[in-house]
């Protein structure tokens, strides 16, 4: 059964096309790798799925549990089971990390939160989330966020680059505990060793999925198209 549906979907900004009748599906429980560049439509995608402002599709449907949730805002789509990791992780200039972390319907403790994430609580729980974090410490506060409040559907945009980013095992923890608590994780990615640990993967380019299969014929699809240079226009259609 799949919890989330996205069915034909256009999306334009700034006069360019940047979503062109993408149709992709996240089955429950499952971890589903979104491959692609920089500049493929990923963050456009998680952004659209959270419902964040100026990202609704010019046309298609996003279902989540069979639900159409077009039109829902993002705190709505949040209490159905929708939460994310942001690229760019925020912050929060009077709010101290043990709150962050026990916001909303949190069912883990934020120790074990953040020791999920590599964290020491003693450290973090009393320090606030501001510009006094490094931006992969509030990352890993924004994971740990995640992890406390166990998701129906986690979208997990990874960072493209930068001396900050989460190591390999940093991220196969957090999947693994996703996982073991039965929810589906939306992993946006372009490291091969990440999308490896998924169960299946999709390859977006062009602005649309341009084949879906085991991480393993995902990731050869994305090394054989040379996608590090590609701009989309060469991409056809097709499955693994």
């Known amino acids: 059964m799949n919890i989330l549906e996205l069915c034909d979907i256009f999306y334009s900004a700034t006069g360019r096309e940047i979503l062109s009748g993408l149709t992709l599906c996240v089955e429950t429980g499952e971890v589903h790798a979104l491959l692609g560049t920089n500049g493929t439509g990923k963050s456009t ?100 966020s995640v992890l406390a409040l166990q998701p129906k559907l986690a979208i997990l945009d990874e960072p493209d680059s930068g001396i900050d980013m989460l190591s390999t095992d940093d991220i196969l923890r957090v999947l693994d505990h996703l996982r073991s608590g039965q929810s589906a994780v939306l992993l946006i990615t372009h490291r091969y060793e990440i999308a490896a640990a998924a169960d299946r993967a999709s390859q977006i380019c062009g602005g649309k999925i341009v084949c879906t299969g085991s991480p393993t014929e995902v990731a050869a699809v994305f090394k054989s198209r040379k996608c590090i240079s590609c701009d989309g226009e060469a991409c056809i259609d097709e499955r693994v």
Request: some cysteine.
């Open 45 to 144: 995608l998680a952004g659209m799925i959270m419902g964040c402002h100026g990202y609704s599709p010019v046309s298609g449907e996003i279902y989540f549990a069979g639900t159409l949730i077009n039109d829902l805002k993002i705190h709505e789509r949040a209490r159905l089971g929708i939460s994310m990791a942001w690229q760019e992780p925020a912050r929060f200039e009077s709010l101290r990390v043990r709150d962050y972390l026990t916001l909303g319907a949190a069912t883990e403790k934020p120790e074990s939160s953040l020791r999920l994430v590599g964290m020491d609580p003693s450290r973090y729980l009393d320090r606030m989330v501001d510009r006094s974090l490094s931006g992969g410490e509030r990352k890993r506060i924004e994971l740990a």
